[in-house]
């Protein structure tokens, strides 16, 4: 059935082991005369450490420089020198290594967890010097210090330089490096920070190369853009010879407080009698009379009357979309005039930007403020702001000014360009906030609806709050006394003073009654 042979049926009845199969002893031709060299290394080596036996490869070495004819491979070497080690019992000392390690690292790790009592540990390193410091140290400060402190206690406790090495994980420079301190300056020099005094980052003549590169173009060192990247700057600086990482380099930056900055739009004018126009302007001001007006005069729009976007608090699944084509319910052009003293708003819609409407509001002014003896009219330099015909009516209104009651017109232009000196920009910027961001008005009238009624409520507000509009437009001579006039009470009809510049006098003389 299993097709064997009858002698092996009856062995396996005899025996059901298998005999051992039979080892041939092999005679090492090659290696036989370098026999007695490895028995002698071998022998030599029970007497000496283990770290300073010898290897099997270092055999092999020492057999080619001693015996130079022999011809034998490291293989060969090898298996009969762990072979002789196995019978010389020089290969036991592996368990002993193990034990050995074991039982320094658990006094290591006792000593760091204060295990052991600080008596016992005196009367084991009674020599040492600085004990209780060392001790103090291996429990106390940050880790490079504990590391230190643990080194020197293992190092004078006998403790082999590999174990020190493998349980804190130093190298053996680190370790030789530690205990050399401790011996030239004691504990003071092996916790003293170490401070690198050839840092780049303290480096002046690196400070210099890096502001010398980020001051010039990129174009001067063949870069084509116009702003410095990181690794564009550490490009060139290598070439220069430093050699920095980009997180030196924005250290650098940074420190210096450096940061990215958006360019500012700053406004001007293109006018070449700008400062002579604005001196004007704040000389009229700051001379103004109880009985003169002074007004800032512009249109806004035109603007349609459609759904619009802008600004507002939407809730969190909500989203807020405004249509890019719509069809118009009709347009507006409002045409205003802000009285900077009073700060009150005189407004009316107007279809068309022309000279017209410029004379409508003339005399809808001189009407309004009859009262006054000089109004003066200041707008922007728009072709019917300036046109022959304006000032022609100008001229004749105020010929019959006097005879009729009404005030002297004047025009204190402002420059060319300069609308951001308009105190008006501000209030039409108001009120489109308020009226005409989100809105989705009907028709034209109820838009005209909501704007007058925002510029009704604004007077009024002003009215029982005085405060005039513009700031700097006054000039540096207005100071801030007459911040508070508006807190005084005044008797109705009382005229206080004539200008502005008796207005301090009468504030201090009103604030004096008014603690009597």
């Not at 909500?318 to 003293?341: F, M, N, R």
């Not at 002297?408 to 906030?433: C, D, H, W, Y």
Request: charged share 30%; net charge positive.
């Amino acid at each position: 059935m299993f097709k064997v042979h009858r002698r092996l049926v009856r062995d396996a009845l005899d025996n059901p082991l298998p005999p051992k199969r039979k080892v041939p002893l092999r005679r090492h031709i090659n290696l036989a005369p370098a026999i007695p060299l490895i028995d002698a290394i071998l022998l030599a080596d029970r007497d000496v450490p283990h770290h300073q036996r010898q290897s099997a490869p270092s055999i092999h070495h020492q057999i080619q420089w001693e015996l130079a004819g022999v011809r034998v491979a490291g293989s060969t070497v090898r298996g009969y020198v762990g072979k002789r080690k196995t019978e010389l019992g020089l290969a036991s000392r592996l368990v002993d290594l193990a034990a050995e390690r074991s039982e320094v690292f658990e006094w290591m790790r006792a000593v760091q967890q204060g295990a052991i009592p600080r008596a016992e540990l005196k009367k084991e390193l009674s020599h040492v010097l600085e004990l209780d410091k060392l001790l103090r140290g291996t429990r106390e400060g940050p880790l490079a210090q504990r590391k230190k402190a643990m080194t020197v206690l293992s190092h004078e406790k006998g403790v082999g330089l590999p174990f020190v090495c493998s349980f804190l994980h130093l190298s053996r420079g680190a370790v030789r490096r530690y205990w050399k301190r401790f011996q030239e300056g004691s504990t003071a020099a092996l916790f003293a920070k170490r401070v690198n005094t050839r840092r780049k980052s303290q480096d002046d003549r690196i400070r210099q190369a890096v502001f010398a590169l980020l001051h010039s173009p990129p174009s001067t060192y063949a870069i084509n853009r116009t702003t410095w990247k990181m690794a564009d700057m550490k490009e060139s600086l290598r070439t220069q010879g430093h050699s920095l990482s980009r997180h030196l380099i924005h250290t650098f930056i940074e420190a210096a407080g450096y940061k990215w900055r958006k360019a500012r739009t700053v406004l001007t004018s293109k006018d070449p009698d700008y400062q002579t126009k604005v001196d004007d302007i704040v000389k009229i001001l700051a001379e103004l009379k109880a009985d003169e007006a002074f007004f800032s005069i512009d249109e806004f729009g035109p603007f349609a009357v459609k759904k619009r976007g802008g600004r507002k608090r939407v809730g969190p699944e909500e989203t807020y979309t405004v249509p890019q084509w719509e069809k118009s319910k009709g347009y507006l052009i409002i045409t205003a005039a802000l009285e900077l003293s009073r700060n009150q708003i005189t407004h009316f819609y107007s279809n068309k930007k022309n000279t017209q409407e410029m004379i409508k509001m003339m005399d809808l002014l001189r009407t309004q403020y009859s009262n006054c003896k000089t109004i003066y009219l200041s707008w922007d330099a728009a072709s019917w702001h300036i046109s022959k015909e304006l000032f022609e009516h100008i001229e004749r209104r105020n010929n019959e000014g006097p005879v009729e009651g009404y005030p002297v017109v004047k025009t204190a232009p402002l420059p060319a360009g300069a609308q951001f000196l308009n105190v008006i920009e501000s209030v039409f910027s108001g009120m489109a906030r308020g009226i005409i961001h989100n809105s989705d008005y009907c028709s034209v009238e109820a838009a005209k609806d909501a704007i007058d009624r925002y510029y009704a409520e604004r007077n009024e507000h002003f009215r029982v709050h005085p405060k005039r509009a513009g700031r700097k437009i006054w000039g540096s001579r207005v100071n801030s006394t007459r911040a508070i006039i508006a807190k005084i009470p005044f008797i109705a009809g009382e005229r206080p003073c004539e200008t502005y510049q008796e207005w301090p006098a009468f504030v201090s003389q009103r604030i004096r009654s008014m603690g009597r």
